[in-house]
């Protein structure tokens, strides 16, 4: 009996040997398909940075609330395409006939004037031959408020600009400073290029084209964004080595230190 306990040991071990790989193979499963398993959180993570590129430059709001949430904001969103057609046609009938044709405001309106009196003149002296009544002509009288608030308003914007200016000149910020000139750079030529009415019926027409794309194709415009300025900054970490390190510091650059 001792024997044979002796001879069945060793299968026994042998046994616990082959079940112990199997075991070990079970685990290297299911850690595989626990891998597996985990494939698909992993695929989330593009959305998680989807949300944080839309956040640097959307500033977590939508772009019809960063419009204002009115009339103006569902006019340049498209929101009712009839009047934002209108508004668009009516300034592309006001571009080309000042631009295109050469017609003059003051003599536009002039000719509109004349044309409207000449109507009610005729109405009004007409209606004594035609048993009609005259035409009432309405009492116009502008309201003093909206004046107030845009004046107002453009005060504060003329104040906020040249105190951004008398800072930047005095020299304390060479990044705004490079950035001003860049822009006003850029708008002498292309005021060289176009009058002023065509710059501002472009700008207007890019407020009308370019929310409505940004809103439908935030994702991929927020991400080539981002990939543009982390270029930019490359180019400038580049400029700022090569260049403006080397520039010596004026007086307040020394009593700050």
């Known amino acids: 009996m001792a024997e044979q306990e002796e001879i069945s040991d060793p299968r026994e071990s042998i046994v616990d040997k082959i079940s112990d790989k199997i075991d070990g193979g079970d685990d290297t499963s299911s850690s595989s398909s626990s891998d597996s398993d985990s494939e698909p959180k992993r695929e989330t993570a593009p959305s998680s940075d989807k949300e944080e590129i839309s956040r640097l430059f959307v500033d977590e709001k939508p772009v019809h609330q960063v419009f204002g949430e009115g009339k103006p904001a569902d006019i340049f969103l498209w929101r009712n395409k009839k009047i934002s057609a209108a508004v668009v046609g009516g300034a592309t009938a ?3 006939l000042f631009e295109l044709l050469e ?3 003051l003599t536009l309106v002039c000719h509109i004037s004349i044309l409207g009196l000449s109507l009610m003149f005729l109405w009004s002296n007409a209606s004594i031959f035609i048993s009609k009544r005259p035409p009432h002509i309405p009492q116009v009288r502008l309201p003093e408020d909206p004046f107030l608030e845009v004046a107002s308003t453009l005060q504060f914007a ?3 600009a040249f105190a951004a200016l008398r800072e930047i000149a ?3 910020d060479l990044k705004k400073f490079l950035l001003v000139v860049f822009v006003l750079w850029a708008l002498s030529i292309v005021g060289s290029c176009c009058s002023f009415l065509t710059l501002l ?3 207007f027409v890019l407020l009308h084209t ?3 794309l ?4 935030d ?3 927020d991400a080539l964004a981002e990939k543009a300025l982390i270029e930019i900054k490359k180019q400038y970490a580049v400029f700022d080595a090569k260049v403006l390190s080397k520039i010596p510091r004026g007086p307040l650059d020394k009593k700050r230190a």
């Open 170 to 172: 005095a020299g304390r």
């Open 103 to 105: 017609y003059h405001l």
């Open 94 to 96: 006001v571009w080309v």
């Open 210 to 212: 370019v929310p409505v």
């Open 201 to 203: 019926y472009i700008v």
């Open 214 to 217: 940004y809103e439908k194709y």
């Open 158 to 160: 003329i104040n906020s």
């Open 219 to 221: 994702d991929k415009i």
